[in-house]
């Protein structure tokens, strides 16, 4: 049995379990972001039945009009230049008067989550009817990699006993089964931005998105895909500095007064910088990324972790030459551990008082996480090399998912020692425990397990 064959088989006893549909709701910037990552099918039928197929979803608008310019659909086989549109509900068109407006006139393609039905137009100021394509909340969800629910109880599941029962090279065949799919996974999201940006901007991405941790990681991801590494690259390390933080909205033009002094010059310099380019790189005020600081420790500052992707930008043609070597990725880790900045060096934030000791930009385990959930995925032939990598101290999501699985995180301690084996653990957490909304009573999971053997390639 291979570990998708048991998705399937429990996928259709929950559904029919269950009966039960979490109301959808979503962020509309984090579905653009998914949206202009390529996470979505490229392939769709509009409203009256034609045939979109999505060449390219544009580029990020920053002033008035719709959410993407530039982009490029064919319909119905004919190709189409222009602007995009997508909006949470299709009478967003109207409700936020999108008719009534010229900066809309060229939209090319309307895309919703909820819509109104057949009897709803699209319609410009012109009176031009525009395709509109429905993206289903079971689409966006798997889009979002996200389950039903947020989060399991972490007390032992129903899935304890015939755990503890299997041979252990069946729960370690198991195991590996979940991290290979976790891995494949994420390869696909990567290589689905590739295929539409190039494997440079979807490896700054995934940096960015790495360096965001996990209160940040939306936020710097729209940075990375608003200031592409390409065109981003086009100016001077000290003006790529300036834009990437005054497009982040971290720059102000008093920020130097309230400032250490010996911090003063350096910021009233990047903001000067950023002044010459505010025009062609400022996002409004409701566009801006909703930065979180709040119980961040300072090495995990946002604006400390954008210094890091500045550095990472002013070497990328070689980071990038390098994330293609085969692993464990020696060249690139020490590339990019060795990233220094000499304001940085020193300051955990744009205002913080100066250190005596320099502070690494990128330390150990982002580093690691970084390999673990980008390089490695894309490299799976060399499984070896993957399995060979230590984890590190579980943290709180493995540790549930310990609880959950095994009864406590002493019990799962044979499981924990590698990094695949933690990935595994979160990937069966969220396939199974947070799709069951029955609290174990009607989990098809461990019945299943009961049955599990080991796939040929395991033999």
């Known amino acids: 049995m291979t570990y998708q064959r048991l998705l399937e088989i429990t996928a259709s006893q929950t559904s029919i379990l269950s009966g039960e549909v979490r109301p959808a709701t979503f962020d509309e910037i984090e579905i653009q972001s998914h949206w202009f990552a390529g996470h979505f099918s490229r392939d769709h039928l509009a409203n009256h039945g034609q045939k979109i197929s999505i060449v390219s979803p544009g580029e990020w608008n920053r002033g008035a009009g719709p959410d993407f310019l530039n982009a490029t659909v064919e319909i119905d086989g004919e190709t189409h230049h222009g602007p995009i549109e997508l909006?949470?509900?299709?009478?967003?068109?109207?409700?936020?008067?999108?008719?009534?407006?010229?900066?809309?006139?060229?939209?090319?393609?309307?895309?919703?989550?909820?819509?109104?039905?057949?009897t709803f137009f699209t319609r410009t100021l012109k009176n031009r009817d525009v395709p509109r394509i429905i993206l289903s909340p079971e689409e966006v969800n798997a889009a979002l990699g996200r389950p039903r629910l947020t989060q399991a109880l972490a007390r032992p599941g129903l899935?304890?006993?015939?755990?503890?029962?299997?041979?252990?090279?069946?729960?370690?065949?198991?195991?590996?089964?979940?991290?290979?799919?976790?891995?494949?996974?994420?390869?696909?999201?990567?290589?689905?931005?590739?295929?539409?940006?190039?494997?440079?901007?979807?490896?700054?991405?995934?940096?960015?998105?790495?360096?965001?941790?996990?209160?940040?990681?939306?936020?710097?991801?729209?940075?990375?895909?608003?200031?592409?590494?390409?065109?981003?690259?086009?100016?001077?390390?000290?003006?790529?500095?300036?834009?990437?933080?005054?497009?982040?909205?971290f720059l102000s033009p008093t920020l130097h007064e309230t400032a250490p002094p010996e911090s003063q010059e350096w910021l009233e310099d990047l903001w000067t910088r950023w002044w010459k380019h505010r025009l062609d790189y400022e996002f409004p005020?409701?566009?801006?990324?909703?930065?979180?600081?709040?119980?961040?420790?300072?090495?995990?500052?946002?604006?400390?972790?954008?210094?890091?992707?500045?550095?990472?930008?002013?070497?990328?043609?070689?980071?990038?030459?390098?994330?293609?070597?085969?692993?464990?990725?020696?060249?690139?880790?020490?590339?990019?551990?060795?990233?220094?900045?000499?304001?940085?060096?020193?300051?955990?934030?744009?205002?913080?008082?100066?250190?005596?000791?320099?502070?690494?930009?990128?330390?150990?385990?982002?580093?690691?996480?970084?390999?673990?959930?980008?390089?490695?995925?894309?490299?799976?032939?060399?499984?070896?090399?993957?399995?060979?990598?230590?984890?590190?101290?579980?943290?709180?999501?493995?540790?549930?998912?310990?609880?959950?699985?095994?009864?406590?995180l002493p019990l799962a301690k044979p499981h924990l020692k590698f990094a695949w084996q933690h990935q595994a653990l979160l990937q069966i957490y969220q396939d199974f425990c947070l799709e069951d909304l029955s609290d174990c009573a009607d989990c098809p999971f461990p019945q299943q397990l009961a049955q599990w053997k080991p796939s040929p390639s395991h033999d």
Not at 98 to 116: A, C, G, K, Q, T
């Open 159 to 249: 899935c304890l006993t015939p755990l503890a029962e299997m041979p252990e090279e069946k729960v370690s065949s198991l195991l590996k089964e979940s991290a290979l799919h976790r891995a494949r996974l994420k390869a696909t999201r990567f290589e689905q931005t590739a295929h539409l940006h190039s494997f440079s901007q979807a490896l700054w991405e995934s940096l960015a998105d790495a360096l965001g941790f996990s209160a940040n990681r939306l936020p710097m991801r729209l940075l990375a895909q608003r200031l592409p590494v390409k065109k981003l690259n086009q100016h001077t390390p000290e003006d790529r500095e300036a834009i990437l933080f005054g497009t982040a909205g």
């Open 87 to 118: 909006d949470l509900d299709s009478r967003n068109w109207d409700l936020h008067g999108h008719n009534r407006s010229e900066f809309f006139n060229d939209v090319i393609l309307h895309i919703v989550l909820h819509d109104s039905g057949p």
């Open 285 to 408: 005020a409701d566009r801006t990324p909703a930065w979180s600081t709040r119980a961040t420790r300072p090495g995990n500052h946002p604006q400390r972790r954008l210094a890091a992707l500045a550095a990472a930008a002013a070497q990328w043609n070689s980071l990038s030459s390098l994330a293609r070597q085969a692993p464990p990725f020696t060249n690139f880790s020490k590339a990019l551990s060795e990233l220094n900045e000499p304001f940085w060096d020193h300051h955990h934030t744009l205002q913080s008082k100066r250190t005596e000791k320099p502070i690494k930009l990128i330390g150990k385990s982002r580093l690691e996480e970084f390999l673990i959930n980008t390089l490695h995925p894309l490299n799976l032939e060399d499984w070896n090399s993957f399995a060979k990598v230590r984890a590190s101290a579980p943290n709180q999501k493995v540790k549930r998912c310990c609880e959950r699985l095994f009864g406590s």
